[in-house]
């Protein structure tokens, strides 16, 4: 049985060392200096806040890469698609080191071989590449040529990526059409006109050279570039002086890009053999419209040519991943020296596109060659993938 002295102690016990309300008190005051945390229902918050003069590490979010449509340009290699790079937007993961390779095989019957069906691989392209914060380089090979090496160079920058040095083997910015990627391309090859000026008179193409590079995004996106290449070869194999290139284009708005460009063989001697051209390509939506004008010199006399292709992207499917392309192109070319002679080339076709990794392309062709007495037709169907 407790006595009257006992309650008293437990009272005391219970309000403090005094006997009042000392103990809400400092419950209260030590509610103000530490403030409110937020914290999930049920989990436990430290009230301790940050150390002083240590910032919280933020919690990474992994990113990746956005999937791109069928039909829109793609970026695998810095050989096909310069700007690639610069046109991916910020938040995209950018493989210090990557591989890519792509594979087109193609089976057609021309009327010229009495439709004689004809089976081949006309690209098997490999490559690796790498980008850091001022430097990229690409190295890329096409078994199926007998020119194993296609592309190998480095590309140097200043940190704005508005001043480039290229150095190595690449594209000489001449002719629109050559400088596309055969991926993007909606039809099979290049088409007449850049066989005839790059293979047969060796106009452009892939060069040993050293180019530089300016690209202004702010005035129109202009872009300028101009290098000296390696000269092709003479008749008896012997190697020619150097060539040299440039090419300017403009985008006005968005969907509209103008350019002009231009090509000198031994470009340090007497000038005789040389090429220009002008070129525009406007996209609305799923509709490509392109054109390129061409004239100049060749050891036949004087030349001019005429570049036009169409096609629409028209997704099927609620998934988008699917897409049918139509395409429709038509080339001309004139010899108006001492040997006259004309050669044009209309093409129709239908691609089926499967996201960015494949592509089924069927092509008619009604084609009137160098070299040939009477036009003749060429169905061909090409299956194409790339990784």
Request: charged share 30%.
């Given at each position: ?9 437990a ?15 400092m ?26 003069g ?30 690639a ?35 081949s ?45 290229y ?5 000489s ?141 028209l ?73």
């Open positions: 049985m407790e006595g009257p002295e006992s309650g008293v102690a009272d005391a016990a219970t309000e403090g060392p005094t006997g009042d309300d000392s103990g809400e008190v419950e209260g005051a030590l509610a103000e200096a530490v403030p409110p945390t937020k914290g999930v229902p049920g989990e436990q918050v430290s009230p301790v806040g940050p150390v002083p240590k910032a919280a590490e933020p919690v990474a979010e992994k990113k990746t890469k956005k999937k791109k449509k069928p039909g829109e340009a793609q970026d695998d290699s810095l050989g096909e698609n310069p700007d790079l610069d046109d991916a937007p910020a938040d995209e993961v950018r493989e210090n080191l990557r591989v890519f390779g792509r594979v087109f095989a193609r089976a057609s019957a021309d009327e010229r071989e009495k439709y004689t069906r004809s089976l691989l006309a690209s098997a392209r490999v490559g690796v590449s790498t980008s850091l914060s001022n430097l990229e380089a690409e190295v890329t090979a096409d078994l199926a040529d007998d020119n194993l090496l296609k592309d190998a160079f480095v590309r140097l920058a200043d940190d704005s990526k508005r001043f480039r040095l150095g190595g083997q690449f594209k910015p001449f002719l629109q059409r050559r400088l596309e990627s055969s991926w993007d391309l909606p039809i099979q090859g290049r088409g007449l006109v850049e066989d005839y000026l790059t293979d047969v008179h060796q106009l452009g193409g892939r060069r040993l050279g050293l180019m530089g590079e300016v690209r202004l995004k702010d005035v129109w996106g202009l872009k300028v570039s101009a290098g000296l290449f390696e000269g092709g070869k003479d008749e008896l194999g012997v190697r020619l002086k150097e060539d040299a290139a440039a090419r300017v284009s403009i985008r006005p708005f968005k969907a509209l890009t103008l350019g002009v460009s231009g090509y000198v063989v031994e470009a340090l001697e007497v000038v005789t053999k040389y090429a220009y051209a002008g070129d525009a390509e406007l996209k609305l939506g799923g509709l490509t419209l392109s054109g390129e004008a061409v004239a100049g010199n060749l050891p036949l006399g004087p030349f001019t040519a005429q570049l036009l292709l169409t096609s629409y992207t997704p099927v499917g609620s998934s988008k991943e699917w897409a049918l392309q139509p395409v429709l192109g038509y080339e001309a070319l004139q010899l108006r020296g001492d040997v006259e002679g004309k050669g044009y080339a209309l093409v129709g076709g239908l691609n089926v596109l499967l996201s960015d990794r494949f592509k089924a392309q069927f092509q008619a062709e009604r084609a009137l060659r160098p070299g040939d007495e009477t036009a003749a037709l060429e169905y061909s169907l090409q299956l194409a993938t790339r990784f």
